[in-house]
C-alpha cells in the first residue's frame, strides 16, 4: 500500500531558489571572502586517487578536535553539519508530542524538526525592544518540557546570554530534569562559551560547525559535544561515514594553522568595526551584539532595497518584517572590510 506519512506532507518548508553564483553573498551568514587560495591550494595537494576512492574515517579528526578543545574523544560527535546533531538530539531526548522550548525568530530548523518528529514546539518571543527577558523562557521551562534550546550567539536577533542568566536557566532545567541544548553556531564571533558545563554535566549538550568564522559552509561539518552516554545516543542516529573527508582535512589544517584562526578574527572584527562606526555616521539603527550578522534599519523599503541590491548590484541580502521595535529591516552578513564597503555604498545610493 502507497503511504506518506501526513507530517511531511504538511511541513512547511522555504528552499533557496538563489543562483549566487557572481554575486557577493550577504544573505547566508556565510564568510563571503573565504578561505585565502593559497591556503586551499595548500591542503588539497596531499590529496591522491585512494583519498576520493575510500570511505572518510573519523577518529583522528576527533583526536584532533578533542586535543582543540581539551577533552577526550567520548565528548565529541562529528556531524554534517551542526543542524545535524541538532535534529538527533530532538529525536533521541524528545517523545512524540514531547515539550521543547526555544525563542523566536531564531534558526528555523528547530520548529522544523519539532513539526517533522511530531513534538510540541512552545515559543518564547522577544521583547519589543528586541531583549530577551530570561523570566520569560524560565516561565515556560514546565514539569513536561523535555528540552530547551539556546542559541549563544542567537541567530537572527544577536543577543547573548550572560553567565548568571545561564546559571539561572540551568538550575531550572536540573531541577524540572530538562535537557539543555545550547547552539554556539558563532562562537569565535563572540568567545564566550558554555561549553564547560556539557563537558562536566548531564543533560547538557553544545552543538557548533565549520561553516562559519571557519568558512567551510560547503563542505558540512560540525560537532556535539556533551557526556559519554549522551554522546553515544546521538552516535546511534548518525549514518555511517556521514562526515566529508575533505571537510575533516580543511578543519585540521586550520586547527593546526593558530595564524589562520588569527587571520579570519581579523579579518571579521575590521570589517565588522567599520560597518558599525559608519552605520553610526550616517544614523542608521542596527542591532545584533553578535555574531557575524546585523539588522538594519533601513530608511525607506526594505523588500525595495533588497530587490535593488540583487538586480542591480549583484549583492544578495534578507529583509525581516515585524521586528519589534525596528519594524522591517535588513539582515545582513558581516565580513571582512572590503566587503562591507561595497555593501555601503550600495545601501547609500539605493537607500535614499
Request: net charge negative; hydrophobic share 35%.
Amino acid at each position: 500500500m502507497y503511504y506518506l506519512n501526513n507530517r511531511v506532507e504538511s511541513l512547511y518548508r522555504i528552499f533557496d531558489q538563489n543562483e549566487r553564483k557572481d554575486y557577493l553573498r550577504l544573505d547566508l551568514n556565510e564568510n563571503p571572502g573565504g578561505l585565502p587560495q593559497e591556503f586551499i591550494d595548500e591542503v588539497l595537494s596531499g590529496v591522491d586517487s585512494s583519498f576520493i576512492a575510500q570511505y572518510p574515517e573519523t577518529l583522528h579528526f576527533t583526536e584532533i578536535l578533542a586535543k582543540h578543545l581539551e577533552t577526550d574523544i567520548s565528548h565529541l560527535c562529528l556531524v554534517n553539519g551542526s543542524a545535524e546533531g541538532i535534529r538527533y538530539i530532538i529525536q533521541a531526548f524528545t517523545s512524540e508530542g514531547g515539550r521543547i522550548v526555544g525563542v523566536v525568530p531564531s534558526y528555523f530548523m528547530f520548529q522544523v524538526y519539532s513539526e517533522m518528529y511530531g513534538r510540541n514546539f512552545v515559543k518564547v518571543p522577544y521583547n519589543e525592544d528586541l531583549s530577551m527577558d530570561v523570566d520569560n523562557i524560565i516561565k515556560e521551562m514546565t514539569e513536561d518540557t523535555q528540552l530547551l534550546i539556546l542559541l549563544n550567539p542567537n541567530n537572527p536577533m544577536g543577543n547573548v546570554y550572560s553567565a548568571d542568566e545561564f546559571e539561572r536557566i540551568l538550575k531550572v532545567a536540573k531541577n524540572k530534569q530538562i535537557t539543555l541544548l545550547v547552539d554556539e553556531a558563532y562562537h569565535y564571533f563572540y568567545p564566550k562559551t558554555f561549553i564547560k558545563y556539557a563537558l562536566s554535566d548531564e543533560h547538557i549538550f553544545v552543538t557548533r560547525t565549520f561553516s562559519k568564522l571557519f568558512s567551510m559552509a560547503g563542505c558540512r561539518l560540525g560537532y556535539v559535544v556533551g557526556w559519554p552516554e549522551g554522546v553515544k545516543m546521538v552516535q546511534k542516529l548518525c549514518t555511517p561515514h556521514n562526515t566529508n573527508a575533505f571537510a575533516m582535512r580543511f578543519a585540521e589544517a586550520i586547527l593546526e594553522s593558530p595564524y589562520m584562526l588569527k587571520e579570519l578574527i581579523s579579518k571579521f572584527e575590521e570589517g565588522r568595526n567599520y560597518l558599525i562606526s559608519e552605520l553610526d555616521k550616517n544614523e542608521y539603527p542596527h542591532k545584533g551584539e553578535a555574531g557575524n550578522f546585523i539588522f538594519i534599519k533601513p530608511k525607506t523599503d526594505s523588500q525595495l532595497i533588497v530587490d535593488r541590491m540583487k538586480n542591480e548590484k549583484r549583492i544578495l541580502i534578507k529583509t525581516y518584517s515585524n521586528v519589534g521595535e525596528f519594524g522591517d529591516c535588513l539582515r545582513v552578513s558581516i565580513g571582512e572590510k572590503k566587503y562591507m564597503k561595497k555593501f555601503l555604498d550600495a545601501l547609500y545610493e539605493i537607500d535614499k
